[in-house]
């Protein structure tokens, strides 16, 4: 017998007066229901899972049903609002009701199917259970709650502000909402929410959202629904719970620049799922933005309030689009079609009336107009050079590190937040990175495990001598201040122009930094080819390649964690991305220092690395002018995008001789499957021999001084090396590890020629293993054609037997 056996045999004994029981509470809740004029109705959702606000509300002969977690307090919250008297029914139309048809000959009594519909054990009711609905009385319907759940839960208001605009207009929202009975909203700084929990929100979210085309509050937000949209592994869907309505604040003069930042989040909350309650409205600063405002704060609300009108959202938003196409499709367009284009056309479809007041196309404008037009256009112009010329000259500027308001006001300071949230970390580790603390992570790279094996070195080896088992690759900062289009992170890195999350301790990353890859070496130990002497000599990490993914120079304390590395004899290869010149400059000796040159001008820069920063140009330039400065090992590192950042070879030469560095690292572009965002493909990854004559343009171009040193042909890379390393014929690219960590603890001055070492003669450029080591085992990955034919053989070999 199992356990549940003597709960089978209660069931048995009681379960008849436990159905009765439920029944009168069933029929109970019904009668109250009706006493509080809140009549439930089944919920009708479409295909994609909306509800369906237009359906006339019924009364008391829907079914009973469970209200999904809503609480008696939240039935109190709902606004009085008595919608329209629904037309009476007829009997007829009644469920459950035979309108009469089936009663028994000689009874009058209404609407009585003559008990048949009646429960077996009513003896109660004179008929019918049907007989107890008021078919006859006119009953008053109120809002849905399961219909309007953002009537139910209090509506949070985002804004953003620089100028106080947008949270004025929070404000106004708010007073409304009050005065029309709902719920209170909540008001929300959009710099104090944390973005990730967008993907919980349930209820309903407006977002009052100011532009600015410079650093300021909306670019957490933007660059989180960017990210979060464009990344690949967030399912579609993500935001499908939340309910949205964005109103934009910006200024007409800034032209193709009007309201992009708010226009876009309002794209992204749709592409991603979230449920547009009302239609994007913007307000120009240029013109009336207080009346446009109102007036889309007023449309919005009726909306909500009023399902009457829902029919006007629901056309707008419905998912059979005219061409086919649902709402959420319709946001997933990208580039072909003009967006305001669609509104515009919808928008005029309705009849509804433009938001922002602007001119609509159609519209004639009078001659005896066009000189106010002018002088509006030429007002506006002033006015943008003034606001430009205040926010410069603004001491505070709008951050999220938020401490005094314009006017002295102490400001609560904000938590400050860890940067790698739940949602990061949980993607990272699928990539394979050991997250340390809160900021740093580490992976074992492909060539280790070569290394291992005794398969070969990364290009490393030929040009300065690092052997891959013994390096380490990792960075304290995951975050960097560029979104570049062959970054393999696929753009879930988190992104900032300033360091805004907790610092962790440079002992605590590089304790945890070793533990983590020593525990991902031993998982190593039983992959077969692993040589046991390598393994054993893997256990001293000798290099730290400081380069993995982020900006490890933004890390606050990236000197003292090199002086940890150095202290250990850890060799330190430290990449930046030229976007933070004065960390740069302050940067104690690594021993090879270098920068990424994605671009050699600024339109093409832009477009390869997609920079936060406005000014990303004169940083990167200043970043170059650091690094020239610096008199120790530097190196440029050019990473070759076919159709992006090929061509402008003098630009390029322009450049090296601006840095002077000591090397030029040219590689081609690794394919590692991009996401959406990058819309890279295998054809914008150059052939080596296509490395090549891009490299001796460029070495042709610099004339003396600069020379082609060595090549990795397996991982196309050349490297050009300054002549200092040469001697007569012998290149000197290689490094002298130990005379370095001499050199630095001997607190002197020092240049990188003082730890120069001799290049082998099989690493340089031209020569027939082509910077393959001869000491190690060169393993040719099968082709298809070599792998079917193998195991075909296999096949015919097993025959034999
Ligand atoms: C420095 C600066 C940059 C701006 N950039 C833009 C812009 O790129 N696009 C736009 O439509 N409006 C832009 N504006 C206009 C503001 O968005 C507009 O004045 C808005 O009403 C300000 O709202 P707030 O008071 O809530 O900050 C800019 C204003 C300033 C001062
Ligand atoms: S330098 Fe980079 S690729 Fe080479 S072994 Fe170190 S981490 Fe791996």
């Not at 900006?551 to 060799?571: D, G, Q, T």
């Not at 590692?672 to 891009?694: D, I, K």
Request: glycine content about 8%; hydrophobic content about 35%; some cysteine.
């Amino acid at each position: 017998m199992t356990s549940s056996s003597p709960n089978l045999h209660l069931w048995k004994e009681y379960r008849i007066p436990l159905v009765c029981m439920a029944v009168g509470i069933a029929t109970l809740s019904i009668l109250l229901s009706n006493k509080n004029n809140i009549a439930p109705k089944d919920d009708k959702e479409d295909s994609k899972g909306n509800l369906d606000t237009s359906a006339p509300v019924e009364t008391s002969e829907d079914k009973p049903r469970t209200h999904q977690g809503l609480k008696k307090a939240d039935f109190k919250k709902l606004p009085k609002v008595i919608r329209k008297k629904p037309k009476q029914k007829k009997a007829d139309d009644e469920p459950g009701c035979c309108g009469g048809k089936n009663k028994a000959e000689g009874d009058n009594s209404t609407g009585c199917c003559g008990g048949k519909n009646k429960p077996s054990n009513d003896n109660k009711a004179p008929h019918c259970a049907c007989s107890t609905t008021t078919s006859n009385a006119t009953p008053i319907t109120v809002i849905d709650p399961l219909a309007l759940p953002e009537l139910v839960e209090p509506m949070k208001i985002f804004y953003s502000t620089i100028t106080g605009t947008a949270k004025l207009f929070a404000q106004q929202l708010y007073d409304s909402a009050i005065n029309a009975g709902l719920p209170e909203p909540k008001i929300i700084d959009i710099v104090d929410y944390d973005t990730e929990d967008f993907l919980t929100e349930t209820g309903l979210c407006v977002f009052i959202l100011s532009t600015y085309n410079v650093e300021g509050p909306n670019d957490w937000f933007l660059k989180w629904l960017e990210d979060t949209r464009f990344d690949w592994r967030v399912e579609k869907g993500a935001l499908s719970k939340l309910r949205f309505s964005v109103f934009g604040l910006g200024d007409s003069a800034y032209t193709e620049e009007f309201c992009n930042g708010p226009r876009s989040a309002d794209k992204w909350l749709g592409q991603m799922g979230a449920q547009r309650v009302w239609p994007f409205g913007e307000g120009d600063k240029n013109g009336d933005q207080g009346g446009a405002y109102k007036q889309w704060n007023d449309a919005m609300l009726a909306s909500l309030l009023d399902p009457t009108q829902s029919h006007v959202h629901e056309a707008y938003f419905s998912s059979d689009d005219e061409d086919g196409k649902s709402a959420s499709e319709n946001d997933d367009d990208e580039g072909d079609v003009d967006e305001d284009e669609i509104k515009k056309t919808k928008e005029e479809k309705l009849g509804l009336p433009t938001i922002d007041g602007d001119v609509s196309e159609g519209e004639m404008v009078d001659l005896e107009d066009m000189g106010n037009v002018a002088i509006k256009i030429k007002q506006a112009k002033e006015d943008k050079a003034l606001d430009e010329e205040a926010y410069a000259n603004q001491k505070v500027r709008a951050k999220r590190s938020v401490g005094e308001t314009k006017d002295g006001k102490a400001i609560k300071p904000r938590e400050v937040r860890e940067m790698v949230s739940p949602l990061l970390h949980k993607s990272l580790t699928k990539q394979g990175y050991k997250i340390i603390g809160t900021h740093s992570g580490v992976k074992i790279c492909r060539w280790t495990k070569a290394a291992l094996r005794g398969r070969g070195f990364c290009y490393k080896h030929s040009f300065y001598g690092i052997q891959s088992h013994l390096c380490m690759e990792t960075t304290p900062s995951l975050a960097c201040a560029n979104k570049c289009v062959f970054c393999w992170r696929h753009h879930t890195n988190p992104v900032g122009t300033e360091w805004r999350w907790k610092v962790d301790d440079p002992e605590f990353i590089l304790e945890g930094a070793l533990e983590n890859h020593y525990g991902m070496l031993k998982q190593l130990k039983g992959v077969p080819g692993v040589r046991a002497e390598r393994f054993v000599e893997a256990t001293q990490v000798k290099h730290c390649a400081l380069s993995l993914v982020g900006e490890p120079i933004f890390y606050p304390h990236i000197n003292e964690f090199v002086k940890l590395l150095h202290k250990k004899r850890i060799s330190s290869f430290l990449v930046t991305n030229a976007q933070f010149p004065d960390a740069i400059a302050s940067m104690d000796p690594v021993t090879q220092l270098y920068v990424s040159v994605d671009a050699s001008t600024k339109e093409s820069l832009k477009k390869i690395d997609r920079p936060l920063f406005r000014d990303f140009w004169e940083r990167f330039l200043d970043s170059l002018d650091a690094l020239g400065k610096k008199g120790q090992r530097t190196v440029y590192r050019l990473t070759l995008v076919k159709d992006f950042n090929t061509d402008e070879i003098a630009n390029y030469v322009e450049l090296i001789r601006r840095g002077q560095p000591d090397f030029i690292e040219i590689k081609g572009v690794t394919y590692c499957g991009y996401g959406g965002a990058s819309g890279l493909t295998m054809a914008n990854v150059p052939y080596h021999a296509e490395v090549v004559r891009f490299v001796e343009l460029i070495q042709e171009q610099l004339g003396a001084g600069y020379e082609i040193a060595a090549e990795h042909a397996h991982s196309c890379s050349i490297l050009v090396a300054s002549t200092k390393f040469k001697k007569g014929d012998t290149w000197y690219t290689h490094i002298d590890y130990d005379k370095f960590f001499e050199l630095v603890e001997s607190g002197q001055k020092f240049t990188s020629l003082d730890y120069m070492a001799e290049t082998p003669s099989w690493a340089y450029f031209g020569a027939p293993e082509g910077g393959f080591d001869p000491e190690e085992t060169r393993y040719f990955r099968k082709t298809k054609e070599q792998r079917k034919a193998e195991r075909e053989r296999r096949e015919g070999e097993d025959d034999e037997e």
